[in-house]
C-alpha cells in the first residue's frame, strides 16, 4: 500500500484565514518531504520542501512542519487567497523515487 | 527558461494498440521519471531515466518501456494497451539521477478505450 497519505479529503477554507493540510507517513526511513500543489490540467508543482533533520521550513506565505515522532507531515498556508484552490500532495522520499499520497482538495470560499 | 514539455496532451487509443508519450526536461536538467495519475490518486512512480539507462523501476509490467536520447529527452511506451492504463502520464525533471526539487510537465491524458 501507500506509505503516505492525507488525513482529510478536501478542506472548505474561507479567504483570508490560514490554512492547514496534513499528512502522515508510515516510512521512518524517509528522509525527505515534498508538498506539491496541483491544479486542474496541469502537472503538480513544487511548493516547498524539508529534510528529515529539520523540523520546521518557512517559504512564502506557507511554513512545512515536520514531526518525526508521530510521523506527521503539515503544510500551512497563511492568508489563503483564491488561487490556492488546488489539489495538495505530500511526497516522500529515501530513494529513487518519489512515493505520493491520495492528496487534499482545498477549495477556498470567498 | 523552458519548463518540462509534454506531448501530446491527450490522446486516445483502443484496447490492444501502443502508445509513445514524449517528455522534454527542464532546462539544465539531465534525468526523466515517469509518473502515472489515476483520476483522484497521487501519481505512482514508473521509472527513472539518467545517463540514457533505466536506473529504477516501480511496480509496472514490462509493457510499460521508455528510452533517453542524449540530448536528455525521453519517451514512454505502453504496448498492448488495457483499459486500466487509462490514466494522466507525467514527466519530471531533475538533476543527476536526483529525486529532489523534481519539477513536473502537465502530462499526457491517455484515454483507452
Known amino acids: 500500500g501507500e506509505s503516505v497519505g492525507l488525513h482529510l479529503p478536501t478542506l472548505s477554507v474561507q479567504e483570508g484565514d490560514n490554512s492547514i493540510i496534513n499528512c502522515a507517513y508510515s516510512?521512518?526511513?524517509?528522509?525527505?518531504f515534498i508538498w506539491y500543489k496541483q491544479e486542474s490540467g496541469k502537472g503538480p508543482q513544487f511548493i516547498i520542501d524539508?529534510?528529515?533533520?529539520?523540523d520546521k521550513r518557512q517559504g512564502q506565505r506557507v511554513t512545512v512542519l515536520l514531526n518525526k515522532t508521530v510521523k506527521h507531515l503539515s503544510l500551512q498556508i497563511a492568508a489563503t487567497q483564491p488561487g490556492d484552490s488546488a489539489v495538495y500532495f505530500c511526497?516522500?522520499?529515501?530513494?529513487?523515487?518519489?512515493?505520493f499520497g491520495a492528496g487534499t482538495t482545498v477549495t477556498v470560499r470567498a | 527558461d523552458a519548463g518540462v514539455t509534454q506531448s501530446p496532451t491527450h490522446l486516445i487509443k483502443t484496447r490492444g494498440q501502443q502508445v509513445t508519450l514524449r517528455c522534454s526536461p527542464k532546462?539544465?536538467?539531465?534525468?526523466v521519471s515517469w509518473y502515472q495519475q489515476a483520476l483522484g490518486q497521487g501519481p505512482q512512480f514508473i521509472f527513472q531515466?539518467?545517463?540514457?539507462?533505466?536506473?529504477q523501476r516501480g511496480n509496472f509490467p514490462d509493457r510499460f518501456s521508455g528510452h533517453q536520447f542524449p540530448n536528455y529527452s525521453s519517451e514512454l511506451n505502453v504496448n498492448a494497451l488495457l483499459l486500466g492504463d487509462s490514466a494522466l502520464y507525467l514527466c519530471?525533471?531533475?538533476?543527476?539521477?536526483?529525486?529532489?526539487?523534481?519539477?513536473f510537465g502537465s502530462g499526457t491524458q491517455l484515454s483507452v478505450l
Open positions: 519530471a525533471s531533475s538533476r543527476q539521477g536526483a529525486n529532489e526539487k523534481l519539477f
Open positions: 511526497a516522500e522520499t529515501n530513494d529513487y523515487k518519489l512515493s
Open positions: 531515466y539518467y545517463e540514457e539507462e533505466e536506473r
Open positions: 532546462s539544465g536538467h539531465d534525468t
Open positions: 524539508i529534510r528529515s533533520n529539520m
Open positions: 516510512n521512518s526511513a524517509s528522509d525527505y
